[in-house]
């Protein structure tokens, strides 16, 4: 026992400076993030501003078994699982094409001007990407109506379509992310080692090949991390987007779990719900991120611990 305090003080001698560094963020998560999980328990009692959470009474799992025998849970677990899973199916792919595709320009100054405007929709607010959005596709004077009627076609509504609304979520999303997000890939790709790919072109292999067997399983180990980190986040969407996308006729399609804690939670007044609701999404993504972890570890060796 000694013997380990001794190895503990070393390594806090040897890392000191590096554990001052981080010492900011350790303190931002336990004020910001560990002390407030303790308002969780209102999920369990029957919370009322005027007693607090310690002076509110226990009421156990009831509002857990309202929202699971609620007519809204399959629809809401529902959509929340579809815009995820067509966010992974194509989202996710995005930036890693777009990485790949920057990384075969040899020309410095094309590279960068496309990486640059790539990268300017992640700093467009949320709320003026989706005002974007109703200016091209308003039924009204909107640009693709324009175009439509210009041509002969009829008008569409594709924002009150609820047809359109995944399509349209994931795809803004794409946009405004996909260049954002392919930095750490492209940083990834500038770790491979050059000798590498002269290795193989004098082995005759040409630019597909090298990417195919140098390229992608060089950053393979970041992609199974952040799809790891992104399974764990399959029953989260933000409900700022969808809020300013979605409608009463999109509902079918658009509501969420995040948005109807919101209304439930918020609007109505009922915390204590909405807390029991959120914590089994939170719960659920905690279980997700293990099982996709212990995968990932058991198929190619690459995890979070």
């Not at 809401?76 to 815009?83: D, G, P, S, Y």
Request: proline share 4%; charged share 15%.
């Amino acid at each position: 026992m000694h013997e380990k305090w001794k190895t503990l003080k070393r390594q806090f001698e040897w890392n000191k400076y590096l554990l001052l560094l981080a010492l900011p963020g350790v303190i931002y998560f336990i004020i910001f993030h560990y002390i407030p999980m303790y308002g969780v328990t209102i999920a369990f009692k029957d919370y009322s501003p005027r007693f607090g959470i310690l002076g509110s009474p226990w009421i156990g799992f009831r509002f857990f078994q309202q929202f699971f025998n609620s007519i809204y849970f399959g629809r809401l677990v529902r959509n929340t699982l579809l815009l995820n899973i067509y966010n992974l199916l194509w989202g996710f792919p995005a930036p890693i094409i777009l990485a790949l595709i920057l990384n075969e320009f040899r020309k410095s100054f094309f590279k960068s001007f496309v990486q640059t405007v790539s990268y300017l929709p992640h700093f467009v607010s949320t709320v003026v990407v989706v005002g974007i959005m109703l200016n091209f596709l308003s039924p009204n004077d909107g640009l693709l109506n324009r175009l439509l009627t210009g041509y002969g076609f009829p008008q569409v509504n594709l924002m009150s379509d609820i047809r359109w609304f995944r399509t349209l979520y994931v795809g803004s999303g794409i946009w405004q992310t996909c260049g954002w997000n392919s930095i750490i890939y492209l940083a990834a790709l500038s770790g491979i080692n050059p000798e590498l790919y002269e290795s193989a072109e004098i082995d005759g292999a040409g630019r597909w090949k090298q990417m195919v067997y140098i390229t992608l399983p060089s950053i393979l180990p970041t992609i199974m991390i952040l799809f790891i980190l992104n399974m764990g986040r399959l029953m989260s969407v933000g409900f700022e987007k969808i809020l300013l996308m979605y409608s009463p006729a999109t509902y079918e399609v658009a509501d969420v779990i995040s948005t109807f804690v919101y209304r439930r939670g918020i609007l109505d007044n009922q915390f204590s719900f909405g807390s029991a609701v959120g914590l089994f999404n939170s719960v659920v993504n905690v279980m997700l991120l293990v099982i996709t972890n212990h995968v990932s570890k058991r198929v190619n060796d690459t995890a979070l611990w």
